[in-house]
């Protein structure tokens, strides 16, 4: 918190936020001011206008509402006296600074901005937590911290190769963040490889490669891995893999579902229909299952963070509601993922500069953003088609 403080009013606390008024505010601002005051004084938030401040009290608001009164306030004003300027900037100020300041989730329609020990009800908390103790299973990890140089040979390129064994050639502690998305086993028809082998052949190959990946990613770094179970084979591969990096000591940070809104889904039957016996269940999204080796907080210059606010509040809700990739006809390759996908990942997770790696890169989506985002990165796919692909998308940002 910058300009706000804790006040107690009535044995209530309040955030108190000042917004000093400028010279040029008129009588149209004003009554704008004065109408919001009589309008809002009621319980959770309330405002006070002084000689040189306004003063905004908050506990909890519906802010969606108060921008439309807000909003209705500005118009009528303007109606009412129409060669007078409303300084709308003043006004965008107080919806600002009120956006600024963390919410503890919403009670009755209106986001809770205090007392969030009170509203969660849970007493002595980082004792508790400690008790329980975080990511036990990660805790006795013996990674080094020690962080190493990508060699310029393995940086902004893309190597065609087995991913295992281009990997195994690059340094520990190396890379910043993996994004990738593996082939899925579901008998589709890639350029180079069988997709659709015994599971048991499907995971040997995938945590060899998963197992190089968290060698090369840095103390800090992050590995992120976009998959769908085959339903249909009752093989929950999310959390198959979710228990690869944990018993490989990496702390799982989270879960995205990415709600794709794909309700084409070509099942002809639904299982046993209208009746209990084997009803099927339908999938309209994919997982982003995300882990981070050594510790949760990833260190970078805050220069170098490129997500802005609106952006930042949307992507935490970790439910991605975007479209699937249109164009894979174009590209020729069946399983690509939409570039809003690894624009989201790379913003919230990583910062410009970062080094990112795609062992799976198919056509080069990863690679094509990390290099818009002014990121570093290195894409690795076993086919020599879908790899010309991904340089050629490369080559045309130029
Ligand atoms: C789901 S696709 C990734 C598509 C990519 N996200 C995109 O948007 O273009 C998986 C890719 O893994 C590649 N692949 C399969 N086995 C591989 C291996 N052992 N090493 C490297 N790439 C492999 C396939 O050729 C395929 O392009």
């Given at each position: 918190m910058s300009d706000e403080e804790m006040i107690e009013k009535n044995e209530k606390k309040y955030i108190k936020i000042e917004i000093p008024l400028e010279s040029s505010l008129n009588q149209s601002d004003f009554e704008i001011i004065q109408d919001l005051e009589d309008q809002y004084h009621h319980a959770g938030f309330s405002l006070k206008l002084n000689n040189s401040n306004l003063e905004v009290h908050l506990k909890s608001l519906d802010l969606d509402k108060f921008k439309l009164t807000l909003n209705y306030l500005i118009n009528t004003a303007k109606r009412k006296i129409p060669h007078q300027e409303i300084h709308e900037d003043f006004f965008n100020k107080i919806i600002e600074k009120i956006e600024d300041i963390r919410s503890y989730g919403i009670k009755g329609g209106k986001r809770i901005y205090v007392d969030y020990n009170k509203e969660r009800k849970v007493i002595n908390r980082k004792e508790k937590i400690a008790k329980r103790s975080s990511y036990y299973y990660a805790q006795d990890h013996s990674f080094s911290s020690v962080q190493n140089q990508m060699p310029s040979e393995y940086i902004n390129k893309i190597i065609c190769g087995d991913s295992e064994d281009i990997l195994k050639k690059l340094p520990s502690n190396s890379v910043d963040l993996v994004f990738t998305s593996p082939?899925?086993?579901?008998?589709l028809g890639y350029e180079s490889t069988e997709d659709g082998i015994h599971w048991n052949d499907y995971f040997d190959k995938l945590f060899a490669v998963f197992g190089e990946c968290i060698r090369v990613v840095k103390f800090g770094g992050r590995i992120i891995v976009n998959v769908q179970p085959l339903f249909s084979d009752y093989i929950p591969i999310h959390h198959i893999i979710s228990n690869f990096f944990m018993e490989n000591?990496?702390?799982?940070k989270g879960e995205v579902?990415?709600?794709?809104?794909?309700?084409?889904?070509?099942?002809?039957?639904?299982?046993?229909?209208?009746?209990?016996s084997s009803p099927y269940l339908k999938y309209t999204w994919e997982f982003l299952e995300i882990f981070c080796k050594g510790e949760l907080t990833k260190p970078g210059s805050p220069e170098k963070i490129d997500i802005n606010a609106d952006e930042f509040k949307k992507w935490v809700v970790a439910k991605w509601s975007i479209a699937p990739e249109r164009n894979m006809k174009e590209f020729g390759h069946p399983a690509m993922f939409p570039e809003e996908l690894v624009e989201r990942v790379l913003k919230l997770f990583s910062y410009q500069d970062d080094m990112i790696l795609d062992p799976?890169?198919?056509?080069g989506t990863t690679t094509v953003v990390a290099k818009k985002l002014n990121r570093k990165y290195l894409g690795i796919d076993i086919s020599e088609e879908y790899c010309k692909k991904a340089e050629r998308r490369l080559k045309m940002m130029l």
């Open positions: 082939p899925y086993n579901f008998g000591k990496l702390i799982w579902l990415w709600e794709k809104n794909n309700y084409n889904c070509k099942y002809t039957a639904w299982g046993s229909w209208k009746s209990p799976f890169n198919g056509v």
